[in-house]
Each structure stands twice: as C-alpha cells, then as structure tokens.
C-alpha cells in the first residue's frame, strides 16, 4: 500500500511540476493523473445510475477555458476534465449535451433529463430555491473592451450610454439592467443591454463593434484575450463592479440524490492535488477555492 501512495505522489508532483512551466493556455502539454473508483463514493449514487453506469451533464455551448465544446457533444477544456476525472472516482461515464441558454439547462434538469451541470455555474441565494450547486471555483466580473479602451470603461459608472454585451439569463445581466436604471435616475443615458445567448458571439459583437464592452466572468474573458492577438484587453479588474463575493459551481436540481456524491467526488480530486493540476493547466490559479462546497453563495449581487 506504502509504495502505491509513493508512486501516486510521484505522478501526481511530476505533474504538477510540467503545470508550472507551461503558458497558461498550452494545455496538450500537460498529464492529468488516471483515477480509480472509490466504491464508498460510488454507493452514494442512486441505484438506476449505479445500474446504467451512465449520468447526463448538460452546457450551454462554449465557456472556456471551462467549457469548449467541440463537435456533437463534444467537450474540452477544465470542466470537461474535471467531468472526467470525477466520473473516473464515480465509477460512471459523463456524457455531455448543449442546450441554448441557462435557462435551458436549469429546465431540463428540472425535468429530468440531464442530472447535473458541469458548469461552473453563477451560485446564488435566488437560484438555490430550485437548485442546489456543488461550488469548486471563485470568479469575478470584469469588462472585456476593445485594445486600448476607446470608450473608457473602467467600471460600472462608466457604462451609462454605452452598448454593454452580457450572457442572456445570468447575473451579469441583472447587474448591468440595474446599473442603466441607476444611470437614467442620476439624468445620464440608459446603457444599451445586448444580451447574448454565448461567449464566442459576446466576444464578436465586442470585436466588430457592435458592442463598447462585454461585462462577464473574468476567467473566460482572461482567455478570450489572450486569443484575440492583442485586439481585447481587460478593464475593471480587482473591484466589485457590483457583486460581492461569487462563487460557481456544478448545478444539480434541489436535493437530487447525486449532490453528495458529486461533492464526495470533488473532495477526492481536491485532497489528491488533481484539482490543482487541472485548474493550472488552464491558467485558472486565480480561481481555486480551499475546498468545494454546497450552495457557498450568500448574497445576491449588490
């Protein structure tokens, strides 16, 4: 047993040392450690699930670097390795499907097609009346411009007349329609809200113009930039742009039978390191939390 630990810690330490001498974004590069069942965790599934060997996680198209789908049910980057090291530790397979929109995903679950989101998904206190999220990553809203900021927007008060893209159904959306009421208010011009049903087409708008800024989660605009060469920068970074602390996670419906076995099966991959190996392997350091936990979220965006 002692040489099994030691030879599981040398693979799991020589990977983490290939996560820090890669670009942030050079993923091919680096080996995730296999894991094993855990019959304990396994137990706590329900019996169909057990039986079939099958569970659904359902996406809204593409979030990188957390969600990239590729093909008819495809899926890369970090959650989708985390899915399958976490089905690895399940004893099950997790297959993937694309619905449009968050409220696509909270609906089929409601309705029992899918058993979970991947996600990471926006926990909050109004959301957990119906669902319940396994949380595993801290995020922080910033503002994804054209390079050189032309229109100057640094924060939520620069925003009043302005064409702001955000993701139809989330949270930024919500801050941002608030903070146009608020601008119209003080005599300023409403902010134009172009709600956007992904990343990709948010990110478009915003490099043809079509949009002055795309208000978002800061880990997938941290990647889009970097894919953008040199036409996207980040603004309004390291302050709350109205919204307190924001926890994400995996998204169950309320009470489903396969929360506590998630949540067993992140802990696993937080206490062997592969967490870590997986999260710095898409350049989401700044993202990590100390442990995962259910329904971390208490309170709504200021």
């Known amino acids: 047993m002692m040489a099994k630990q030691l030879r599981q810690a040398a693979v799991l330490t020589a990977a983490l040392l290939s996560v820090t001498s890669v670009n942030a974004f050079a993923a091919e590069t680096v080996t995730i450690p296999a894991q094993t069942m855990d019959p304990a965790i396994h137990a706590k599934l329900p019996a169909d699930i057990q039986k079939s060997g099958v569970m659904t996680s359902v996406n809204n198209g593409s979030f990188p670097p957390y969600e990239i789908v590729t093909g008819s049910n495809g899926l890369d980057g970090a ?28 609906s089929g679950m409601a309705a029992g097609r899918y058993q979970m989101g991947i996600g990471p998904i926006g926990d909050y206190p109004d959301r957990q009346a119906k669902n319940d999220f396994i949380d595993f990553v801290k995020e922080y809203v910033v503002f994804g411009v054209r390079k050189g900021n032309p229109e100057k927007i640094n924060s939520l008060d620069d925003t009043c007349g302005k064409r702001i893209a955000v993701m139809a159904g989330g949270s930024a959306e919500q801050v941002i329609r608030k903070q146009s009421d608020v601008c119209v208010k003080d005599g300023k ?51 709350s742009n109205g919204f307190g602390d924001i926890f994400q996670g995996t998204v169950v419906a309320k009470d489903s039978p396969v929360r506590d076995a998630i949540l067993a099966g992140y802990q696993k991959l937080f206490d062997n390191g592969t967490y870590a ?26």
């Open 277 to 302: 190996i997986i999260m710095k392997k898409w350049g989401l350091e700044g993202n990590m939390i100390p442990a995962p936990g259910i329904n971390l979220a208490k309170a709504q965006p200021k």
């Open 79 to 106: 959650s989708a390795d985390l899915a399958h090291a976490l089905a690895e530790v399940l004893g099950v397979k997790i297959e993937h499907a694309s619905v449009s929109g968050l409220s696509g995903i909270l």
């Open 189 to 239: 011009p409403a902010v134009t809200v172009q709600s956007f049903s992904d990343q990709p087409t948010s990110i478009l708008a915003v490099r043809s113009n079509r949009s002055d800024a795309f208000f978002s989660s800061q880990a997938p605009l941290t990647y889009f930039v970097e894919k953008a060469n040199g036409q996207l920068e980040l603004t309004g970074t390291g302050k």
